[in-house]
């Protein structure tokens, strides 16, 4: 294994139980309102060295995020540059412990910086019938969360329907994600992020592409 960089180390959180406690409650109200934009900015008062180190360029929302979420037990892969691919790394396995898985199909959650040179989802887990729980989380950098085709969500926790234009996300990606939804209770649960925000699209979610 590589060693840990610390000349390059950046920091994680402030107050690692509460911190990481306020950004799990804002992940999940993301994905229990699936479509609304939720601040993960908002639940760090304070915290600037968190958004003085690997934010200025990961979107602060998926380190955050990554931060709170992933311990020994979950590998993560990165889809990122050489460069801050090794300084994401080396911050979760100093801070969380979190393996980085080096396939796809070994993932717990991923980070992909570029979505549209991010690969199919069935590169990703998508658990099975008896275990949909060893499915991948993906956590997705976009240049926007409200600039870009609007489009139709349904599903649960949306009242009728949403309307939802996240920026830069490929008419393949949603069809790619159409034919996931058939495989319920498979799937893969997704947050599309952009600074220190994020939208959560859960696995139930229908999305309507004309």
């Known amino acids: 294994m590589m060693q840990i960089d610390m000349t390059t180390l950046v920091p994680g959180f402030n107050d690692t139980v509460h911190d990481s406690q306020r950004v799990f409650r804002a992940l999940l109200e993301a994905l229990s309102r699936p479509g609304s934009i939720v601040s993960i900015d908002a639940a760090l008062p304070g915290n600037h060295a968190l958004r003085d180190g690997l934010a200025a360029r990961v979107p602060l929302a998926a380190f955050a995020s990554l931060l709170a979420l992933t311990d020994y037990s979950t590998p993560v892969f990165i889809e990122r540059d050489?460069?801050?691919?090794?300084?994401?790394?080396?911050?979760?396995?100093?801070?969380?412990?979190?393996?980085?898985?080096?396939?796809?199909?070994?993932?717990?959650?991923?980070y992909i910086d570029d979505i549209h040179a991010m690969p199919s989802l069935d590169a990703f887990p998508q658990g099975d019938p008896e275990t949909p729980e060893g499915s991948a989380t993906l956590f997705i950098r976009v240049p926007s969360l409200d600039k870009?085709?609007?489009?139709?969500?349904?599903?649960?926790?949306?009242?009728?329907?949403?309307?939802?234009?996240?920026?830069?996300?490929?008419?393949?990606?949603?069809?790619?994600?159409?034919?996931?939804?058939?495989?319920?209770?498979?799937?893969?649960?997704?947050?599309?992020?952009?600074?220190?925000?994020?939208?959560?699209?859960?696995?139930?979610?229908?999305?309507?592409?004309?």
């Open 82 to 110: 050489e460069r801050d691919e090794r300084t994401l790394a080396d911050a979760l396995r100093f801070h969380t412990s979190a393996p980085i898985a080096e396939e796809r199909r070994e993932a717990a959650f991923a």
């Open 148 to 210: 870009g085709e609007p489009l139709v969500w349904k599903g649960p926790g949306i009242a009728e329907q949403r309307t939802v234009a996240i920026a830069g996300v490929t008419r393949k990606f949603w069809r790619e994600r159409a034919e996931l939804t058939a495989q319920f209770p498979c799937g893969i649960d997704c947050y599309f992020v952009a600074g220190g925000s994020l939208i959560g699209l859960p696995r139930t979610t229908q999305v309507e592409v004309s």
